[in-house]
């Protein structure tokens, strides 16, 4: 019953996505684009929670990724929109999407299989070195607009778009991870050698979860260009993939309800900060440096499950 | 039919000779004991038979099969599963989900199946969970399926990791010094656990021990290793009386 | 030729300055086992406490640029100094225990903390750098410029890599910390006191990072608050390159992303030049991640 009831969640959610959308322009445009980044956020954050929570390969090069799909998405929809005006435009984002997260996955791809033998820091230091060589060589690019950025991208996306994103990446990734296949990840981030013993093939683990985080990434990125319409390569840094990873790690990694919770609230935190503009990124770093030395399980922690927590909720605690 | 034979395996880093034309068969329902002083190279042993090292020369055979280049995963299909000397449970799993783990190597459906929901998923995942069920109450373990594995005592511990193993279904299995750190009552619970565990699921086991009561009283054959050299080999009586033994473990005797 | 041996002598200098935060880099990995993400922002800090000193040092010498330049010097890689040792005393050492994923974690706080933090102090503009040394040309010839500058930069640089060689070779407290190096659990039931060594450490890196701030000043004369983060990583992929944990490969390792750097400036393209380093990080991890002259250490089951 439980079983099929994931599907009915998802439903319901691409429902309720298309309903608010057709609402969007009641919103306060300013609250509105905060809603949409929290949106992409949460994609972002729980794409790279299956990386390095779910897996444990510690990646800093997410942005990289975002950045391949959000410059495949804008030139695919830049192409096809120039020739617009027929029914099928309804189309033109999603290809867009794909499209843009099939080139983020081949890139994950090409970044997992040879990087995955490395631990720790290195890999960590290694795919920082390709999100930023993946920025430098756009940058290089005339026909993305090099430095200058990508102009003119049609504004496709809307509520509807990113919310249904938002529902099924949530909904892939948890059954996932419940899954007994799924448990491979887990598998491979506890120890790697027990993982290997038990008939886990740790390396096409490791490479599944790169391609996964990276094709839901580059979704993200998509999502984003055709939001706001204009990308540069500035806007990808690693210091975006360290945003990305701190939602991660103050949500407590492995745990897909405390990472959106941490995607929420690290979304509107500096925005709320924004009186205080030039001391937000001081009290961002510093809150970052406590909560690792006071709580390093992250704010929710790993074994913040919803389902325990809604199984406490239901079952009173048993008198003695 | 002899399940496993290592046949002149040397295992050598850099200068350093571990093992050295090493000679060894087992049979499909044998409980053999591989014993000998620290640093004798028996967990080198294992790790060139479970793929975590590659000999340097020789050959290790399993079911007929030469097994040298298979990696660890695929020695795990082969049928061969082991536990580890310095317990390698995982840590943030549950016994439950520990055991599920050993499953994985045998489903039928991949990721599409499991991220898409799509038929025959639930079928399976349902049979899976009556499979660990169904391990976990031979073992007595039903009732902690839910903690998390290293939260068990220590003893528990160590049989979660045989459970674990024997949930990959081999035909071999490996036990790196399964008695280590357990007090009297729970090694003889252990000498138990491994002749049922070799009736029930009628396989070979081969395990390292330090504790002669355990090696002596279970294992129907031992061989004896120093300095990665086979020195004796025979039943437990006669290894016990093994004057090359007893040099090995004491030293020289001394009048 | 001649724009060969300019490229050269570039390459040198800006590698000699790689080699000084690298050495940092590799001598905090020895003993502690993780990337201190926040070295590259004390390199900053020191440039910038170079910036703010100079002009109150120079009046105070009279203007003796034989005396103001040492000063500063020592002034910048003594609060560096204690820069660092305070980083590691708050922040590292109560997670010295911890995953490493979390001391990197909280590395990069840190690391965006010193950022920010100086763009708030500072102000986020470029600053340029005051002259501590007047550049004074020594060659002109039609084949090629030399001024002093460079010559001071590696000069600067080479005695104090010389110095650190001596302190961690040739005395007791270098010995204790390459015994800590080694095998930190021996070393301290030998009798070695493991925090004063990681604080030791900690100063030693420290202060060469500053000294490589004020060099980076003297040779680019404009400083910004944001100006560790690729000289820093930059500098860290050379003590990778070089073999992590070992000092001379950190030296060489910065000499040689220097010069390639330079190169692909000069030859190629500059805007390829903050790619340059990271493809090298990625082909020496692929082929031999023990770097230049480290030693591999495998996992034991």
């Known amino acids: ?200 093939n740790t390396t096409k683990y490791k490479v599944i979860a790169f391609i996964t985080g990276a094709f839901f990434a580059g979704i993200a990125g998509g999502l984003y260009a055709h939001f706001i319409s204009y990308i540069n390569p500035q806007q990808f840094s690693f210091i975006k993939s360290i945003e990305i990873v701190v939602m991660v790690i103050i949500g407590g990694m492995g745990s897909t309800v405390g990472v959106i919770i941490a995607a929420i609230v690290l979304t509107i935190l500096p925005e709320a900060l924004r009186g205080i503009a030039e001391y937000r990124m001081v009290i961002y770093s510093l809150m970052l440096v406590v909560i690792m030395i006071s709580r390093p399980q992250g704010l929710f922690g790993k074994s913040f499950r919803l389902k325990e927590l809604v199984a406490k909720f239901r079952r009173p605690p048993m008198s003695a | 039919m002899n399940i496993l034979e290592l046949k002149e395996c040397c295992m050598k880093f850099g200068g350093l000779t571990a093992v050295s034309e090493l000679n060894v068969e087992i049979g499909s329902t044998d409980l053999v004991g591989m014993i000998g002083p620290n640093g004798a190279g028996k967990t080198t042993v294992f790790n060139m038979i479970t793929g975590i090292y590659q000999p340097t020369s020789g050959s290790v055979v399993f079911d007929r099969q030469e097994i040298n280049d298979f990696r660890p995963y695929e020695i795990v299909a082969a049928g061969i599963a082991r536990t580890f000397q310095n317990i390698r449970l995982f840590p943030n799993l549950t016994v439950f989900e520990n055991v599920q783990v050993s499953l994985n190597k045998s489903l039928k459906h991949g990721f599409s199946h499991s991220i898409l929901q799509l038929k025959n998923f639930h079928k399976e995942e349902h049979s899976v969970r009556e499979t660990i069920m169904e391990i976990l109450t031979i073992f007595k373990l039903e009732g902690v399926k839910d903690e998390l594995a290293t939260s068990l005592p220590y003893g528990d511990q160590r049989r979660v990791e045989i459970v674990r193993a024997i949930a990959t279904k081999p035909k071999l299995l490996l036990l790196d010094e399964p008695a280590a750190g357990m007090n009297p009552t729970e090694k003889v619970d252990l000498m138990r656990l491994i002749k049922s565990v070799k009736e029930q699921f009628n396989i070979a086991i081969l395990l390292i021990e330090h504790d002669m009561k355990v090696v002596m009283g279970i294992c129907e054959r031992i061989f004896v290793l120093d300095y990665g050299v086979k020195i004796a080999e025979g039943t437990p009586g006669q290894i016990k009386n093994n004057p090359k033994v007893i040099e090995a473990y004491l030293g020289e005797v001394v009048s | 030729m001649s724009e060969l041996l300019q490229q050269i002598i570039n390459g040198i200098s800006l590698g000699s300055i790689y080699a000084l935060i690298a050495i940092g880099y590799t001598m905090v990995y020895g003993v502690l086992r993780f990337i201190n993400f926040a070295h590259g922002d004390v390199f900053m800090i020191g440039g910038f406490v170079g910036y703010y000193a100079a002009p109150h040092i120079m009046p105070l010498v009279g203007g003796s640029v034989i005396l103001a330049g040492p000063i500063v010097l020592l002034l910048a890689m003594t609060v560096c100094s204690i820069l660092g040792v305070t980083i590691e005393k708050l922040a590292y050492k109560p997670l010295r225990f911890r995953p490493k994923l979390t001391i990197l974690i909280t590395a990069i706080g840190i690391s965006l903390f010193l950022e920010f933090g100086g763009q708030l102090l500072f102000g986020p503009d470029p600053k340029s750098f005051p002259t501590l040394i007047p550049s004074t040309t020594l060659i002109d010839s039609q084949n090629l410029i030399l001024t002093t500058t460079p010559v001071i930069v590696i000069g600067t640089a080479i005695i104090l890599i010389v110095l650190l060689r001596f302190i961690v070779q040739n005395t007791k407290m270098g010995t204790a910390m390459r015994a800590v190096s080694f095998n930190q659990q021996a070393a301290s039931l030998m009798g070695i006191n493991i925090n004063t060594v990681i604080s030791f450490t900690f100063v030693l890196g420290s202060s060469l990072a500053a000294a490589g701030g004020i060099l980076y000043g003297t040779l680019y004369p404009s400083i910004n608050p944001l100006m560790g983060i690729f000289p820093g990583l930059k500098a860290f992929i050379s003590a990778v390159l070089g073999g992590i944990g070992n000092i001379p490969g950190a030296a060489l390792g910065g000499l040689i992303i220097g010069m390639t750097e330079t190169f692909v400036t000069g030859y190629l393209s500059p805007t390829y030049r903050d790619a340059i380093a990271f493809g090298i990080l990625i082909l020496i991890l692929l082929f031999k991640p023990s770097g230049i002259l480290g030693r591999y250490e495998a996992e034991k089951v």
Not at chain 1, 10 to 34: G, K, R
Not at chain 1, 40 to 55: D, K, M, R, V
């Open chain 1, 1 to 200: 019953m439980k079983t099929y009831s994931s599907k009915l969640y998802l439903f319901v959610a691409i429902l309720t996505s298309l309903l608010v959308s057709f609402f969007q322009d009641e919103i306060n445009p300013y609250y509105f684009q905060i809603i949409i980044y929290i949106g992409i956020n949460i994609i972002l954050a729980t794409s790279l929670n299956l990386i390095n929570g779910f897996a444990g390969q510690f990646s800093l090069g997410h942005a990289g990724f975002m950045s391949l799909g959000a410059y495949t998405a804008s030139l695919v929809s830049s192409t096809l929109h120039a020739s617009s005006g027929n029914p099928v435009d309804i189309l033109i984002l999603p290809l867009a999407l794909l499209l843009g997260g099939a080139v983020a996955a081949l890139a994950g791809l090409l970044v997992g299989i040879p990087t995955l033998r490395l631990k720790g820091d290195y890999l960590a230091i290694t795919t920082l070195g390709f999100g930023e060589i993946i920025r430098v060589v756009i940058q290089n690019l005339n026909f993305l607009g090099g430095a200058r950025g990508f102009t003119g991208i049609p504004k496709l996306a809307n509520f509807f778009w990113v919310f249904s994103v938002v529902s099924i990446v949530v909904f892939a990734i948890s059954n996932l991870i419940n899954s007994t296949y799924g448990k491979g990840f887990l598998a491979v981030r506890d120890d790697e050698i027990a993982a290997q013993a038990m008939g886990i």
